[in-house]
């Protein structure tokens, strides 16, 4: 069973920044494509950013471009989402997921992941 825990979730003002970290459990972590996605309150969950299981490629949503960038450490089984210049519309909780396919770049649809994180909240003041 794969558990993953996120972190660093928090209020900031706007032009902020904040990093959020997700730890996985299990020894495979680096074979998995990673993403983080956030939903906010009446809206349907969003994909923010994936990192491929090597690190290799990352992708972005078009909304986070150059503000957000992820990385990971795979000797850490964790990976992070640095956020910077946030603004309110950041407001979500933001979670982390491990691609259902080993050795891919990460996808866009939510469908694509099978294991999530519990969440962590990001709230952006104006």
């Known amino acids: 069973q794969v558990q993953l825990v996120e972190s660093g979730g928090g209020l900031v003002q706007a032009g902020g920044s904040l990093r959020l970290s997700c730890a996985a459990s299990?020894?495979?972590?680096?074979?998995?494509?990673m993403g983080w996605f956030r939903q906010a309150p009446g809206k349907e969950r969003e994909f923010v950013a994936g990192i491929m299981w090597s690190g290799g490629r990352t992708d972005y949503a078009d909304s986070v471009k150059g503000r957000f960038t992820i990385s990971r450490d795979n000797a850490k089984n964790t990976v992070y989402l640095q956020m910077n210049s946030l603004k309110p519309e950041d407001t979500a909780v933001y979670y982390c997921a491990r691609s259902a396919v080993t050795y891919s770049s990460a996808d866009y649809s939510p469908r694509a992941y099978d294991y999530w994180g519990q969440g962590t909240q990001v709230t952006v003041s104006s």
């Open positions: 299990g020894r495979t972590f680096s074979s998995y494509a």
